[in-house]
Structure formats: C-alpha cells, structure tokens
Nanobody
Framework: QVQLVESGGGLVQPGGSLRLSCAASGSIFSINAMGWYRQAPGKQRDLVAH???????TYAESVKGRFTISRDNAKNTVYLQMNSLKPEDTAVYYC??????????????WGKGTLVTVSS
C-alpha cells in the first residue's frame, strides 16, 4: 500500500515562509513526476508546482519567484519552500505523485492535504 503524507502546514503571517514536505512510503519501485496542488475554500484544486524525474520544474504564475519545489529521490520526498506568503495563498495543499509499485503499473496518488493559513 503506497501512501503520500504531507507535513509542514500551519498559520503564518503575510510575508512569512513555510516549508511543506511530502513523503511517499510503501511498496515503491519508482516515482515519476511529483507535484503540489492547492484548493482554497469554494474553489477548484489547482496546480502549484510540478517536478519531473529529470528535475524540470513548472510553477503556477501566481507563485513564480516565491515558491520553490524540490525532491530528494533517496527519501522519496518532495518539498515546497514557500516564501513571501500572501493571504491568497491560504488553502489546503495536496501532494501528488505518479508511483510504480513492484509488478504494478504506474498509478496516480494523492496525499490527504495540509492546511496553510496566511493571516495576521
């Protein structure tokens, strides 16, 4: 059973920083692309950042220059460093990854989410 577990969310003041982590565990043969999405109350879930196995990165326009995605393949973990946070960054942040198990095809997995609240 493969799981993605996010951590690092919380309450932060505008202009502050947070670092989210997402660790994959279970019977994992390989991990393809990984990403972070977010969903604000009453809105759809949107892509925040995406990183491939070749370390190619994509960001939503609204977070470019403020957020940085990275991954540690040895730890099966993806990170999201969030700087200069704004109230509009408030949302539940979800981790996503394409993971191949032993003898199984690639499946798309989601974490349960971690809440980030930016408020004074």
């Amino acid at each position: 059973q493969v799981q993605l577990v996010e951590s690092g969310g919380g309450l932060v003041q505008p202009g502050g920083s947070l670092r989210l982590s997402c660790a994959a565990s279970g019977s994992i043969f390989s991990i393809n692309a990984m990403g972070w999405y977010r969903q604000a109350p009453g809105k759809q879930r949107d892509l925040v950042a995406h990183i491939t196995t070749g370390d190619s990165k994509t960001y939503a326009e609204s977070v470019k220059g403020r957020f940085t995605i990275s991954r540690d393949n040895a730890k099966n973990t993806v990170y999201l460093q969030m700087n200069s946070l704004k109230p509009e960054d408030t949302a539940v942040y979800y981790c996503n990854a394409g993971i191949r198990g032993y003898g199984t095809p690639i499946k798309n997995y989601w974490g349960k989410g971690t809440l980030v609240t930016v408020s004074s």
